[in-house]
């Protein structure tokens, strides 16, 4: 890390009060090593998100006991406070909660857009406040510079582990007080700064999966926690029997594998009839996308506006973007895909990018196009 005057990435001064995000994990030990380098006031802070006693669960990559563990055993060997930020009622309300419903309604959300910016950027920005710090610090890769006087989130230089699709919606406030000091490394730079401090932080592995979900399987989890989703007919676009799905909340448009279909070509999962709780497939041609309509933008670099724009839409985590032109509304906005996209899911969200890979604007898909059968 350089100092702040030599990149366009956004680090506190020397001497500033930082509450560093600690996961236990590799990224946050190196963001809080480097800070403290750098001659930062620092406090390590982990978010509990599981009850007391937590037990063995999913959480425990970056949100159980564990993590607190490593986290505080991390802030010892930098000689900085470390404390636990319980949020465990408020991600019960605001993430899992809505998780189950949204999936239960027939949408495909990403609860972990929703929980950067409610949680930790909204329980640990109010610890931050208490605290007196100035900043808080993420572990992220992605850059955020000042640009024409906003906050602009800007895609990481190590592209393969750009993290800047989860951050988009986070707000003009909420980016002021942020940092992300790994936003100009490899994650190979990182573990080394972490693994300099804590070689079991340093050599820690990467959870990838969504951290309250069971074995990856949300739809355990939705029926657990709303009602049992029956079993129903699987449908062609013409409207005929091919098969019969284990109910709908198993699956999610685009989808290919586990339908139990033979057929000449691939099927796709390309809509869902949930009066009918019918589930329709086609083939690939038939799950293209030209359109779609969305909830209120979250500006980012781009002000808020009235006028069309062109941009690079990704639309999802790991989507490639493509070129579309946004028409900003008063609730939402029209996106038009120059290129038609396969799978365009309501309960995403498309991230809007100029080719310069900043962060133009956010929205959640809202609706597209079903097949019409």
């Given at each position: 890390m350089?100092p702040?005057g030599d990149t366009?990435?956004?680090?506190p001064?020397p ?5 560093v995000?600690?996961?236990?994990g590799?990224d946050?030990?190196?963001v ?5 380098r ?15 006693p937590p ?5 425990e990559p970056c949100c159980?006991l564990?993590?607190?563990v490593?986290a ?5 060997r930098l000689g900085i ?11 019960d309300?605001d993430?899992i ?14 609860p972990?857009?929703?929980c950067?910016?409610?949680i ?6 109010g ?7 100035d ?6 890769y ?11 989130l800007?895609?990481?230089?190590h592209?393969?582990?750009d ?5 988009a919606?986070l ?8 940092c992300?000091p ?5 994650k190979?730079?990182?573990?080394a700064?972490a693994g300099?401090i804590d070689?079991?932080?340093g ?5 990838q ?13 939705v029926?657990?926690?709303a009602?049992?989703?029956?079993p129903g007919?699987?449908?062609?676009r ?7 799905h284990?109910?709908l909340?198993r699956y ?10 033979a057929a ?5 999962v390309?809509g869902m009839?949930r ?8 083939y690939d ?5 030209p359109s779609?309509?969305?909830g ?9 506006q009235?006028?069309p724009?062109?941009?690079?839409a990704q639309?999802r985590?790991r ?10 509304g ?9 290129e038609?996209?396969r ?11 100029d080719?310069?890979?900043y962060v133009?604007?956010?929205a959640?898909i809202r609706s597209?196009?079903?097949p019409?059968?």
């Amino acid at each position: 890390m350089t100092p702040s005057g030599d990149t366009p990435n956004r680090i506190p001064p020397p001497g500033a009060r930082v509450l560093v995000a600690m996961s236990g994990g590799a990224d946050s030990a190196a963001v809080a090593a480097l800070l403290v380098r750098r001659g930062c006031e620092c406090t390590g802070a982990t978010l509990r998100l599981v009850p007391d006693p937590p037990g063995k669960s999913p959480f425990e990559p970056c949100c159980g006991l564990d993590a607190a563990v490593d986290a505080a055993r991390v802030c010892e060997r930098l000689g900085i406070p470390h404390e636990v930020v319980h949020a465990v009622d408020r991600f019960d309300r605001d993430i899992i909660t809505r998780f189950v419903r949204d999936y239960a309604a027939g949408r495909t959300p990403n609860p972990c857009i929703r929980c950067n910016r409610m949680i930790k950027f909204g329980a640990l920005y109010g610890r931050a406040r208490a605290l007196g710090c100035d900043w808080v610090a993420m572990g992220h890769y992605v850059r955020l510079e000042e640009r024409n006087g906003r906050m602009a989130l800007r895609r990481a230089l190590h592209r393969v582990k750009d993290q800047s699709y989860v951050l988009a919606p986070l707000t003009q406030p909420q980016l002021r007080r942020a940092c992300f000091p790994l936003g100009e490394m490899t994650k190979e730079e990182a573990r080394a700064a972490a693994g300099g401090i804590d070689r079991r932080s340093g050599e820690k592995p990467e959870s990838q999966e969504i951290c309250f979900v069971y074995d990856n399987d949300y739809a355990r989890l939705v029926e657990e926690r709303a009602v049992p989703f029956p079993p129903g007919p699987i449908l062609d676009r013409n409207g005929q029997v091919l098969g019969t799905h284990h109910g709908l909340v198993r699956y999610t448009l685009g989808q290919r594998r586990g339908l139990g279909i033979a057929a000449p070509r691939p099927l796709y999962v390309i809509g869902m009839d949930r009066e009918r709780n019918a589930l329709i497939v086609g083939y690939d041609e038939d799950s293209f996308c030209p359109s779609f309509t969305t909830g209120p933008l979250f500006w980012g670099s781009l002000p808020p506006q009235t006028d069309p724009f062109d941009c690079l839409a990704q639309l999802r985590s790991r989507h490639h973007p493509g070129p579309a032109r946004v028409s900003p509304g008063r609730l939402g906005a029209t996106v038009t895909l120059l290129e038609p996209q396969r799978a365009v899911t309501p309960g995403q969200w498309a991230v809007f990018y100029d080719s310069d890979g900043y962060v133009l604007a956010a929205a959640e898909i809202r609706s597209a196009p079903g097949p019409g059968i």
